[in-house]
């Protein structure tokens, strides 16, 4: 027996219609392409971490809205073009609100290359200075002979880790329609921030025999 299409007898099953979620339709916009060469998605994912590796908060170009007022901001803030900031800061008068309680820092990668040719950079961007001007971000320790030599306290590279990790996902994520986007990044700074904690508690259950650390 025959049936026209769309027909749907009492005796047959309903069919069940596709319905395209929000997320998977297509780009409306029209642009004027000079090749076809390269994704037609791109998108800027700035993250915080903290020096475990842990990511604080992560959002798409901006991420001012972390730490409104002195009292959530942490004593030091590294980036890798802190003395850019800085800069910025001082020229704009907004240094007056953001450095009362907390000092911009390069991570230990980029001030390398940096510290050569950028006074500010290495005057007041230091990760690791050894004048005692930051104790807290460095501490003496010892080697396998006994020898004393200074030591970053934390892992200021926690933030470049991440995004070489998340570089791998690179070649789909830009071809990613915007919620897609923001939904696999979340996914996954979620799975990361879990493996991090709880490889956090295991070495905290080996030092102390533990979970809690007490």
């Known amino acids: 027996m025959s049936t026209r299409k769309s027909e749907n007898l009492p005796w047959n099953k309903t069919r069940r219609r596709h319905v395209q979620q929000p997320h998977d339709e297509s780009d409306n916009e029209i642009s004027n392409k000079k090749h076809y060469f390269s994704a037609s998605h791109y998108y800027c ?3 915080i971490c903290a020096p475990c590796g842990a990511v604080i908060a992560w959002t798409n170009f901006f991420l001012e809205d972390v730490f409104p007022n002195e009292e959530s901001r942490p004593d030091y803030i590294c980036i890798d073009k802190a003395y850019k900031v800085l800069r910025t800061a001082v020229a704009n008068g907004s240094w007056i609100y953001w450095f009362k309680g907390s000092c911009f820092v390069v991570d230990g ?3 390398t290359n940096h510290r050569s040719d950028d006074y500010l950079c290495r005057k007041w961007c230091n990760p690791a200075p050894q004048d005692g001007s930051a104790p807290n ?3 003496i320790a010892q080697d396998r002979d006994g020898e004393r030599y ?4 934390f892992n ?3 933030c470049e880790q991440l995004n070489s990790w998340l570089g791998g996902f690179e ?3 830009k071809r990613m329609t915007p919620s897609n986007f923001n ?5 996954m700074i979620f799975h990361h921030t879990q493996h991090v904690i709880k490889r956090q508690n295991s070495q905290n259950f080996n030092m102390y025999g533990e979970k809690d650390g007490n």
């Open 45 to 47: 994912v700035e993250t």
């Open 109 to 111: 990668y980029h001030y």
């Open 137 to 139: 971000l460095v501490y």
């Open 150 to 153: 200074y030591k970053q306290a």
């Open 156 to 158: 200021t590279q926690a």
């Open 171 to 173: 070649s789909i994520m």
């Open 183 to 187: 939904w696999f990044i979340h996914s």
